[in-house]
């Protein structure tokens, strides 16, 4: 089957390799472990911190979840696009359902984030929605590519 918009296989290891590391050091990060710091000067379209707001600036800023996050975003963006060694309509068919339930359920849990969290919980919350999709994307499709594979045997 021809695709469009996806990755070459090749790909797809190197998004789990990215993913799998990136994706743990950003769990101990979220819980206050400073497993390292980079500091660096960095422009910023807009920063509010302690200081006044400001904007098209540089800052110095430790860098390190920029890093994990983009690493987060790459690696999982690859790990889910890429294609399978055998892409036909069927994975086509369980890659769109996966993606559709990936949303619907990402969003599940954003409405019910914004109806019964609060304060702090609440940007915490937000920072792991950034990603949410993706996981459970990537959960849902490979299990049931999984599924389909044990059924076969």
């Known amino acids: 089957m021809k695709t469009r918009y996806l990755f070459p296989h090749r790909?797809?290891?190197?998004g789990w390799l990215l993913l799998l590391p990136s994706s743990l050091v950003g769990l101990l990060m979220s819980f206050d472990y400073q497993i390292f710091s980079v500091d660096a000067t960095v422009f910023a379209l807009y920063n509010d911190g302690?200081?006044?707001?400001k904007v098209f600036t540089?800052?110095?800023n430790s860098i390190v979840d920029e890093i994990i996050a983009?690493?987060?975003i790459v690696g999982g963006i690859l790990a889910a696009f890429s294609q399978e060694?055998?892409?036909d309509e069927y994975i086509?068919?369980?890659r769109l359902e996966s993606l559709l339930w990936a949303t619907y359920i990402n969003y599940g849990l954003l409405?019910?984030?914004i109806l019964f969290v609060y304060g702090l919980g609440f940007y915490q919350i937000m920072i792991f929605h950034m990603f949410t999709v993706l996981f459970i994307f990537l959960i849902r499709f490979n299990f049931i590519l999984y599924r389909t594979s044990k059924a076969m045997a």
């Open 11 to 14: 790909f797809k290891l190197l």
């Open 50 to 53: 302690i200081e006044p707001a």
């Open 70 to 72: 983009v690493l987060v």
């Open 85 to 87: 060694k055998q892409e």
């Open 111 to 113: 409405l019910f984030s």
């Open 58 to 60: 540089f800052i110095e």
């Open 92 to 94: 086509a068919k369980i």
